[in-house]
C-alpha cells in the first residue's frame, strides 16, 4: 500500500507544478501583451502630440490660400518638403502644383519648377540595366517628370544645366526625362530666336504700349514708316476720348494720292495680332486691288532682241524689267494704305482718325470711305428665342 500511495503523491505534485507553470506562462504573456500595447500606443500618442503632423495638411489645403503669389507657392513645397524623407504623395502634389502654377504667377519661373522636381526623392529610382532604362523604371515619376518639362515647353520656359543635374540624379543620364531634355534644348533655342520681332520676356499689360508695339511690328514692314500717336480730343465733335496709334509710310502717301477719287476705300477690321499671351485688334485702310500693268512689247522688229537663243532655238521672252515692280503694300487682295490701333475700337474713333489722316494726306478729304467694321471682339452672347419672339411681336 506505500508504494501506490507514494506514486500518488509523486503524480499529484507533478499535476500541480504543470497548472502552476501554465498559469505563470499566461500571466507573463498577459503582461507582455500589455506592455506591447503600451509600446504601440506611445507613439500614436506622440504623434498626435507632434506639431509637424498637424502642419502636415492635404495637398488641397496647401495651396489654399488668398494670396496667390510666388511666396505662398513656394511655402507650399517647403511644408512638403518637411514631411520627411520619404515625402509619400509627391508624384499628385506635383501634378496638383503644376495645375496652380498659372493662377500663382508662377508658370514662366524656372526655379519653381527646380522646386517641384527637387520633391522627388533622389538615388532610389536610377536604372542599374539596359532594360529597366528601356522599360521606364519607376514609370509614374519620369511620367511626372515629363509632364513637368512639358507645361516648361507649352510656357517658353527654356532648362538650364542646373535641371539636367537634377534630372540625372533622379533618374540617370539616360533615362526618358533626360532625352526629353535634351530635345528642348536642342529645339528651344532655335524656336528662340527665329523670330526677328524681339518681344521682352514679360509683355506688359498697357493696352497703349501694346498698341504701339503691335503698330511697329507691322511697319517694320518699309523703313520709311513712321508712328503717330493722336487724341481723338484733337478733332471738333469727337463722341469718345481716346489715343490713336497710327502707322503710315511715304509710299503709301504716294498711293494715296494716286487713288482715283471716285473710287472708294474701306476700312477694315479688327483683326488680331499676337504679342505672346496678349493680343491687339488693330484696323487698316484699304482700297481695291489694281490689276497689274501688262508687259511693254518691243515695235521695233530689227531690234536684236528679237533673235532666236542660239542654245534654244526660240524667243526670248519679253522684256519685263522696264515695268515698275509693285510696293509691298500692294497685295493681290489690296493696296493697304494705312493702319492704326484706337484705345475703345469703336467707330467714332476710326472717324476721328480718318479726319486726323487727312493732315497729312489732304487728298483723302476728296476721296470717299467706307466702314465696313466688323463686330467686337470678345464672347457674342446669343438672345432667348422667346424672349426675342416676345421683343419682335411687341415692336410690330
Not at 63 to 73: A, H, I, M
Not at 252 to 260: V, Y
Request: aromatic share 6%; glycine share 4%; hydrophobic share 35%.
Amino acid at each position: 500500500m506505500s508504494a501506490p500511495a507514494s506514486l500518488y503523491r509523486v503524480l499529484s505534485r507533478v499535476v500541480i507544478s504543470s497548472s502552476s507553470c501554465r498559469a505563470s506562462l499566461s500571466s507573463a504573456a498577459s503582461q507582455k501583451h500589455s506592455k506591447r500595447n503600451l509600446t504601440s500606443s506611445t507613439p500614436h500618442s506622440a504623434r498626435k502630440e507632434d506639431p509637424l503632423e498637424e502642419t502636415s495638411l492635404t495637398i488641397r489645403s496647401l495651396f489654399d490660400s488668398k494670396e496667390r503669389n510666388k511666396g505662398t507657392f513656394v511655402a507650399a513645397c517647403d511644408i512638403f518638403m518637411k514631411r520627411g524623407p520619404h515625402r509619400r504623395g509627391h508624384v499628385e502634389f506635383i501634378y496638383s502644383a503644376l495645375k496652380l502654377m498659372e493662377d500663382y504667377g508662377v508658370h514662366k519661373d524656372l526655379e519653381v519648377y527646380k522646386r517641384l522636381l527637387n520633391l522627388m526623392p533622389k538615388g532610389k529610382m536610377v536604372p542599374t540595366n539596359i532594360f529597366q532604362i528601356e522599360f521606364m523604371h519607376y514609370p509614374k515619376q519620369q511620367q511626372c517628370a515629363i509632364d513637368c518639362l512639358e507645361q516648361m515647353e507649352m510656357n517658353g520656359v527654356m532648362p538650364d544645366t542646373e535641371m539636367e543635374h537634377i534630372l540625372r540624379n533622379l533618374f540617370g543620364k539616360m533615362s526618358h526625362p533626360v532625352r526629353k531634355f535634351g530635345r528642348m534644348m536642342y529645339w528651344m533655342p532655335k524656336f528662340k530666336n527665329a523670330s526677328p520681332w524681339i518681344l521682352p520676356q514679360v509683355v506688359p499689360n498697357d493696352a497703349f504700349e501694346l498698341a504701339k508695339m503691335a503698330v511697329e511690328r507691322m511697319c517694320t514692314v518699309d523703313p520709311s514708316s513712321s508712328i503717330t500717336i493722336y487724341q481723338t480730343s484733337e478733332v471738333e465733335d469727337a463722341l469718345e476720348d481716346t489715343w490713336i496709334v497710327s502707322g503710315q509710310s511715304t509710299v503709301q502717301q504716294e498711293l494715296l494720292e494716286k487713288h482715283p477719287p471716285g473710287e472708294s476705300i474701306k476700312v477694315e477690321g479688327p483683326f488680331r495680332i499676337h504679342l505672346r499671351n496678349k493680343s491687339v485688334g488693330y484696323f487698316v485702310l484699304r482700297a481695291e486691288a489694281k490689276p497689274k500693268p501688262p508687259p511693254p512689247s518691243r515695235a521695233v522688229i530689227d531690234d536684236v532682241g528679237s533673235i532666236k537663243s542660239w542654245f534654244t532655238g526660240e524667243l526670248e521672252p519679253e522684256e519685263t524689267l522696264l515695268t515698275q515692280p509693285c510696293s509691298v503694300h500692294e497685295q493681290e487682295d489690296g493696296t493697304i494704305l494705312a493702319l492704326c490701333v484706337t484705345g475703345t475700337s469703336g467707330r467714332d474713333s476710326l472717324l476721328s482718325w480718318i479726319r486726323l489722316l487727312e493732315k497729312s494726306n489732304p487728298c483723302l478729304a476728296r476721296i470717299p470711305v467706307l466702314f465696313t467694321q466688323a463686330s467686337p471682339i470678345g464672347e457674342v452672347i446669343t438672345v432667348e428665342p422667346e424672349k426675342h419672339h416676345d421683343e419682335i411681336t411687341a415692336a410690330t
